[in-house]
């Protein structure tokens, strides 16, 4: 069965620092990544996915995450952080050959500080 | 891009009753959909997985008499709390798998305030 860990509870940066959520997945065979965040009371918003190809990905508001299959690791990483970047960001992973089913991270609370 | 609504965003109701979460998927057709739980600041929780026209399939631990699924149809499934509790109370969101693609769309989830 596949799964992730997230080991940071609370990621702290400043705000124009860079910003990096760490990710490590387990799965069977090749993987799907996927970053999620989500905002209070809110659903998950989509940033990015790694399905094949070039190993760092480019996502949504200035995100990217580098696949490393050696170090079974997805982070995820912004150059520069913004207030608004401050949520809960969830990583997942599923089975390339399976069901649709992700198997989701704990989450990271990033807090972004003016 | 492809849309999932979710309806009621917010729904408080007294113990013993039964509320329904309807997940619909506006403008795509979704072969499988997903109902997750989520608590305060954790992760999503799976709680069973719904394809059209055929019965959920519950994950351990969750009782399938408790939280009924249908999916009628290739873009509605409903998620029923039947007699709610308060430990029901939690966030509940679906997702759906678009057909052909595979891909995954998140709703924006419903609050279940169970007094």
């Known amino acids: 069965a596949q799964s992730v860990a997230q080991p940071e509870d609370q990621v702290n940066v400043a705000e124009g620092n860079p910003l990096t959520v760490k990710c490590t997945y387990s799965?069977?065979?090749?993987?799907?990544l996927f970053w999620y965040v989500q905002y209070p009371n809110r659903g998950l918003q989509f940033l990015l996915k790694y399905i094949t190809g070039d190993n760092l990905v480019k996502g949504s508001y200035g995100f990217e995450a580098e696949f490393n299959k050696s170090q079974t690791s997805f982070h995820l990483k912004k150059p520069s952080a913004l207030v608004s970047d401050s949520a809960l960001y969830f990583c997942a992973v599923r089975a390339v050959y399976g069901n649709n089913r992700l198997a989701f991270g704990k989450g990271n609370q990033v807090v972004v500080i003016p | 891009g492809a849309v999932v609504s979710q309806h009621p965003s917010w729904v408080i109701c007294k113990s013993g009753t039964s509320v329904k979460i309807e997940c619909r998927s506006l403008?795509?057709?979704?072969?499988?959909m997903f109902w997750y739980r989520q608590f305060p600041k954790q992760s999503l929780m799976l709680m069973a997985t719904s394809n059209e026209g055929s019965k959920a399939t519950y994950e351990q631990g969750v009782e399938k008499d408790k939280f009924l699924i249908n999916h009628a149809s290739l873009t509605l499934s409903t998620l029923t709390v039947t007699s709610a509790h308060p430990e029901d109370s939690s966030f509940y969101i679906c997702?759906?798998?678009?057909?052909?693609?595979?891909?995954?769309?998140f709703g924006e989830g419903s609050r279940l305030t169970v007094l």
């Open positions: 799965v069977s065979g090749n993987p799907y």
């Open positions: 403008d795509f057709q979704a072969t499988t």
């Open positions: 997702s759906a798998s678009k057909l052909n693609t595979g891909e995954l769309f």
